[in-house]
C-alpha cells in the first residue's frame, strides 16, 4: 500500500486548500484516517482524524476551518478554509487501513505536502 498525499501549495491568509490523500492497491479499506503538521522547529501535531464512519474530531486551533472527509475505502481529504498564516507546515496524512481479509487494520503513513500561507 503506498499513500500519495498532494494538494498543498502557497496561497495568501484567508485563501483555502484541499489537501489530498489517496491509498493505492487493491483491496483497501480505510479504518481511521487522519491529517497532521509540522512546523519548522515544532513536534508534528494532530490536525485532524475521521473514524469509520464519519466521526470527526479537530485539534483546538482549528476553529471551525477545516473539514475532514473519507470515503471509506481508500481517500482521506482535508478541505481547509480560512487559512492563517500560523497554519504554514507540512502536512501529513495516515490511515489505518485493512488489506484485504485482514482482521485487524494497519497504519500507513504518505509523504508530506508542503502548505506556505503568507499574511
Known amino acids: 500500500v503506498q499513500l500519495q498525499a498532494s494538494g498543498g501549495g502557497l496561497v495568501h491568509s484567508g485563501e483555502s486548500l484541499t489537501l489530498f490523500c489517496v491509498a493505492s492497491?487493491?483491496?483497501?479499506?480505510?479504518?481511521?484516517g487522519y491529517w497532521y503538521r509540522q512546523a519548522p522547529g515544532k513536534q508534528r501535531e494532530l490536525v485532524a482524524s475521521i473514524s469509520r464512519p464519519d466521526t470527526t474530531d479537530y485539534a483546538g486551533f482549528v476553529r471551525g476551518r477545516f473539514t475532514i472527509t473519507t470515503n471509506n475505502a481508500n481517500i482521506v481529504n482535508l478541505q481547509m478554509n480560512s487559512l492563517e498564516p500560523e497554519d504554514t507546515a507540512v502536512y501529513y496524512c495516515?490511515?489505518?487501513?485493512?488489506?484485504?481479509?485482514?482482521?485487524?487494520?494497519?497504519?500507513?503513513w504518505g509523504q508530506g505536502t508542503q502548505v506556505t500561507v503568507s499574511s
Open positions: 495516515e490511515v489505518d487501513a485493512f488489506i484485504g481479509r485482514d482482521p485487524y487494520p494497519y497504519p500507513y
Open positions: 492497491g487493491s483491496d483497501i479499506s480505510i479504518n481511521n
